[in-house]
T-cell receptor, first 110, second 116 residues
Framework: QKEVEQNSGPLSVPEGAIASLNCTYS??????FFWYRQYSGKSPELIMS????GDKEDGRFTAQLNKASQYVSLLIRDSQPSDSATYLC??????????FGKGTRLSVIA | DAGVIQSPRHEVTEMGQEVTLRCKPI?????LFWYRQTMMRGLELLIY????????DSGMPEDRFSAKMPNASFSTLKIQPSEPRDSAVYFC??????????????FGPGTRLTVL
């Protein structure tokens, strides 16, 4: 059973701080890794994808992948109240569909 | 470009009634996914299609659920008969493929189903 684990939170950070969201996965064959943001009452929105070990930066977001340790993280710099949402981690391997974690709820306090 | 389109956005029905949810994937996407999301169970994959062919329906909870994809631009998820425990948000998503770097999934706005 392929699993993706996330701390459900809530993770509370003050405005302007760095929010760090973590995800571990069980399938060593996982090749693609994604972070989705889901606002309450809305659908998941893709914000980052990463395929290789290391860091990938996009604006205030940085995804970090460590395949040896089977974890992927998302850093949000200069957190804003508008970043308050649930963040879903997802992975897949080969020709299989994505496996999603249950998400971490982030609350940015103004 | 238009994203994934779902209809209806909200559906309220009575137990025992048939419910049909509709989805139009992003043009050019060959893979289509149906998900159900609840607070308790999170996002669950129900079924997915590649090139209009159902590949894996192991997530479909019961025989009351069925899905079709008659062409590349349309899919339906049907529940017959519906039960209160089917109440959830149902998402449709599409991607160019399920492998390589074309497997990014894009979600529709969802259908919020309430079965009374």
């Amino acid at each position: 059973q392929k699993e993706v684990e996330q701390n459900s939170g809530p993770l509370s950070v003050p405005e302007g701080a760095i929010a760090s969201l973590n995800c571990t996965y069980s399938d060593r064959g996982s090749q693609s890794f994604f972070w989705y943001r889901q606002y309450s009452g809305k659908s998941p929105e893709l914000i980052m994808s990463i395929y290789s070990n290391g860091d990938k930066e996009d604006g205030r977001f940085t995804a970090q992948l460590n395949k040896a340790s089977q974890y992927v993280s998302l850093l949000i710099r200069d957190s804003q109240p508008s970043d308050s949402a649930t963040y879903l981690c997802a992975t897949n391997s080969g020709n299989t569909p994505l496996v999603f974690g249950k998400g971490t709820r982030l609350s940015v306090i103004a | 470009d238009a994203g994934v389109i779902q209809s209806p956005r909200h559906e309220v029905t009575e137990m025992g009634q048939e419910v049909t949810l509709r989805c139009k994937p992003i043009s050019g996407h060959n893979s289509l996914f149906w998900y159900r999301q609840t607070m308790m169970r999170g996002l669950e994959l129900l079924i997915y299609f590649n090139n209009n062919v159902p590949i894996d329906d192991s997530g479909m909870p019961e025989d009351r659920f069925s899905a079709k994809m008659p062409n590349a631009s349309f899919s339906t998820l049907k529940i017959q008969p519906s039960e209160p425990r089917d109440s959830a948000v149902y998402f449709c998503a599409s991607s160019r493929s399920t492998s390589g770097k074309n497997n990014e999934q894009f979600f529709g706005p969802g259908t919020r189903l309430t079965v009374l």
